[in-house]
């Protein structure tokens, strides 16, 4: 009878990176926890939009709507263009846009 070959060892995990990847989700998850910005993100992940159709969408101020969308963009969540007078918005990072999938799934799908 052939003995079973042992598993290789687990490679060693590198703290520094660990933390500093913990570190990244918890920022983009508290960047999430905002309702505002959690709805203006399931907005975008549907596609590009400009300030006032988001404005129209998630039913929020202008005030607040740019204070949140700048917290976005300073996360690097989401990016801009410009197009004439309108600013367009769409989701820049992936991680994000993987997050928000499963959100979805989890509490939107029918």
């Known amino acids: 009878m052939l003995a079973e070959p042992s598993p290789l060892p687990a490679p060693a995990l590198d703290l520094a990176v660990l933390r500093q990847s913990a570190d990244a989700a918890c920022r983009l998850m508290k960047t999430l926890s905002n309702p505002d910005r959690l709805l203006l993100l399931c907005q975008l992940s549907l596609g590009e939009k400009n300030v006032g159709e988001l404005e129209a969408l998630v039913g929020i101020s202008q005030p607040t709507l740019s204070q949140q969308l700048g917290v976005l963009r ?37």
């Open 74 to 110: 300073e996360e690097g969540l989401v990016s801009t263009r410009r197009e004439g007078k309108n600013i367009y918005y769409c989701v820049a990072s992936p991680q994000a846009l993987a997050v928000m999938e499963v959100l979805y799934a989890q509490f939107c799908a029918p």
